[in-house]
């Protein structure tokens, strides 16, 4: 703009000077013009250095300046777990940091899911995951500087539901023989996490684990069964189902069985084994039975599974009409259904095993089997001292049924006066005692224990 200026002015006087004189001006004002004209010359080009410098040094002005403006803090999120997916139930660290080049921080903000947090003075923060839900969340970090400048970081993580070790129950112990047992287990949740190992662990003591013996199921079905061989004769192992994954072994409920021998075990005609046991002088069967033929082979009719549910009749055996178990006897102590070789008891012999226990308040609980496998809670009184392993089968009353794990109901073959039916017994979950009753019809079934003859 100077410089327009001057050449403004400079044009301007030439102009007026030139339209001054005329053609015949002398030689004395044209030397003076000449001169005017190289002085001329020489200030423009002093201007437009001056111009030049004064362009240069606002340039330098201007980029000194530019590098004196404040500069933006910085600030970042990171997290202890990599992947932001956390288990439910575990702690996260949320790790922050903040910077200013120029300056200095002079305040710090955190909020998860919109929430404002505290921010420890060694800047991490550390969030437990129990205190929110499974899904997404955000967490945002905000820094302001002393010039008044703020920046600020996002980062989202996932809370996803916590894995355990698994949930596995262990089946009924089936098929006992002298040296070997079918038995298995069913997983029922693999805690979230893939299920590397499963099977069956056994052993002479209680609660057994995989350091005892373990069988391992290859089938990778979550119901399984497996046979376990090479067991002791006429003697009680403790049985578990295991089920593993990364998280840790779980087991399943114990299981109690005593193997075979040839003195204490009976055979039926389809080939069914029981185990036996001896109480005062009296053998009893230590398992309820279990045939739907009589010795010879006769189909027994009036003879149930309990719910139509053929898979526990090894459990807790068939149910048996008064008729079905007598095979249309009323004399005491007839085979009836019973192996060949043994009777259906009569009130009798019953009474005489109950005395043997200490009287009806108490023999009840050392007839029952223990723990509620078989029973249900609290199975009071249950310590199955005699042997006898009385389980609750119920009742089938009528083509229905009911009790299964409440009561346990036997026949004996002492015919009721004036009816069709039997003295029966029965022990109850909760209690200790064994009742003797006569309160049954001819249609009702129950469970049959036989006795050596």
């Avoid at 000194?64 to 403006?69: G, I, L, Q, R, S």
């Avoid at 820094?143 to 539901?161: C, L, M, P, R, Y």
């Avoid at 526990?312 to 009323?330: D, E, F, L, P, Q």
Wanted: aromatic share 10%; proline share 2%.
């Amino acid at each position: 703009m100077a410089y327009i200026f001057i050449r403004h002015f400079f044009v301007k006087y030439e102009t007026k000077h030139e339209n001054s004189h005329s053609e015949y001006e002398n030689d004395y004002y044209a030397k003076f013009y000449q001169d005017i004209e190289k002085k001329n010359n020489k200030m423009k080009v002093r201007f437009g250095v001056i111009v030049l410098g004064m362009i240069v040094i606002s340039q330098i002005f201007v980029g000194c300046k530019k590098d004196d403006e404040n500069k933006m803090p910085t600030c970042s999120i990171s997290l202890s777990d990599q992947t932001g997916k956390i288990e439910k139930g575990l702690s996260i660290t949320i790790e922050l940091r903040a910077n200013d080049s120029d300056g200095k921080i002079v305040m710090q903000q955190l909020f998860i899911d919109g929430v404002k947090k505290e921010i420890p003075d060694n800047g991490n923060y550390v969030c437990n995951t129990d205190n929110y839900q499974t899904g997404n969340h955000n967490i945002e970090f905000v820094v302001f500087d002393n010039d008044g400048a703020t920046s600020s970081s996002n980062i989202n993580f996932e809370i996803i539901k916590a894995t355990t070790i698994p949930v596995v129950s262990t089946k009924d112990v089936t098929e006992i023989k002298k040296t070997s047992v079918k038995c298995g287990g069913i997983v029922k949740s693999d805690g979230g996490k893939e299920i590397s190992e499963r099977g069956i662990c056994w052993g002479l003591n209680s609660n057994p684990t995989v350091a005892d013996n373990k069988l391992i199921d290859n089938g990778g079905e979550d119901d399984f069964e497996t046979v376990i061989s090479g067991l002791a004769e006429n003697t009680k192992y403790y049985v578990r189902s295991f089920a593993k994954n990364e998280k840790g072994v779980a087991y399943g409920n114990e299981i109690s069985f005593t193997t075979l021998s040839g003195e204490n075990m009976v055979t039926d005609y389809e080939g069914n084994v029981y185990r036996t046991v001896k109480i005062g002088n009296q053998t009893w069967m230590a398992e309820n039975l279990r045939s739907k033929k009589y010795s010879d082979g006769t189909a027994i009719s009036e003879v149930y599974a309990y719910g139509g549910n053929e898979d526990i009749v090894v459990t807790y055996g068939r149910h048996y009409t008064w008729k079905a178990a007598m095979r249309n006897s009323v004399t005491e102590k007839t085979q009836g259904a019973c192996p060949t070789g043994w009777h259906v008891p009569s009130a009798d012999e019953w009474d005489e095993m109950i005395t043997l226990l200490g009287g009806n308040d108490v023999a009840g609980g050392k007839l029952k089997e223990t723990g509620t496998d078989y029973w249900n809670a609290p199975n009071v009184g249950a310590d199955n001292s005699s042997g006898f392993s009385a389980v609750g089968a119920g009742l089938v009353k009528s083509g229905s049924e009911g009790n299964l794990k409440t009561w346990a109901y036997f026949y004996s073959s002492t015919r009721l006066e004036d009816y069709n039916n039997g003295y029966s017994y029965q022990i109850p979950a909760k209690k200790s005692i064994i009742d003797k009753s006569n309160g049954f019809a001819t249609w009702d079934a129950m469970s049959i224990r036989c006795v050596k003859d």
